[in-house]
Antibody, heavy 124, light 110 residues
Framework: QVQLRESGPGLVKPSETLSLTCTVS??????????WAWIRQPPGKGLEFIGS???????YYNPSLRSRVTISLDTSKNQFSLKLSSVTATDTAVYYC????????????????WGPGILVTVSS | QSALTQPASVSGSPGQSTTISCTGS?????????VSWYQQHPGKAPKLLIY???YRPSGVSNRFSGSKSGNTASLTISGLQAEDEADYYC??????????FGGGTKLTVL
């Protein structure tokens, strides 16, 4: 079955760029049936969609983060990445990567499976 | 965009049923049938419970069911068990081509 795992630094300084990678096993990031998504959860708070990208489509970004976010695919490594620029303490969160079902014929847009998550703290 | 609205907490006794609501707008839940529900135990990643309003993935207990009326979606858990104690989140696609989550509901099994 498909498994995802996040990796990257657990500590980022304010104003710098947060960079995370999600490695996919048991499935292909070049599949046109899925988007590959990033979702975050600040400590003790709810989930927030960051954005997602499909091999054969355009990226979706949360409008509130669009100016700072870039999601990209590296199909040769079966990975996808998140870059979030100009971070502040409010970007401290557990970051999850997930596979997002692409909408087809009225069905889609759910997240399954999810990676275990990685805590990223923004602090000097 | 504001998060979808969920009650902060609900509770129920073992064996009972409980329902968690998720209220959005005509631009998300009211327009699309792209509503999904997730269960999250402490320190764990969310797990998909329901997709497309009322479909269960393989392996999810039939004690979990979903529905929608107007701008509000609901998750019903029947035959409550201790293991159901967790946080629950709804999600919907929106007319802005993004996805919104609810604020989350903590279920306590008494």
């Amino acid at each position: 079955q498909v498994q995802l795992r996040e990796s990257g630094p657990g500590l980022v300084k304010p104003s710098e760029t947060l960079s995370l990678t999600c490695t996919v096993s048991g499935g292909s990031t070049s599949s046109g049936s899925y988007f590959w998504a990033w979702i975050r959860q600040p400590p003790g708070k709810g989930l927030e969609f960051i954005g997602s990208f499909c091999y054969s489509g355009s990226p979706y970004y949360n409008p509130s983060l669009r100016s700072r976010v870039t999601i990209s695919l590296d199909t040769s490594k079966n990975q996808f990445s998140l870059k979030l620029s100009s971070v502040t303490a409010t970007d401290t969160a557990v970051y999850y990567c997930a596979r997002q079902q692409r909408a087809v014929a009225g069905s889609g847009n759910w997240f399954d499976p999810w990676g275990p998550g990685i805590l990223v703290t923004v602090s000097s | 965009q504001s998060a979808l609205t969920q009650p902060a907490s609900v509770s129920g006794s073992p064996g009972q049923s409980t329902t968690i609501s998720c209220t959005g707008s005509a631009n998300d839940i009211g327009y699309y049938n792209y509503v999904s529900w997730y269960q999250q135990h402490p320190g764990k990643a969310p797990k998909l419970l329901i997709y497309d309003v009322n479909y269960r993935p393989s392996g999810v207990s039939n004690r979990f069911s979903g529905s929608k009326s107007g701008n509000t979606a609901s998750l019903t858990i029947s035959g409550l068990q201790a293991e159901d104690e967790a946080d629950y989140y709804c999600s919907s696609y929106t007319s802005s081509s993004t996805l919104l989550f609810g604020g989350g509901t903590k279920l306590t099994v008494l």
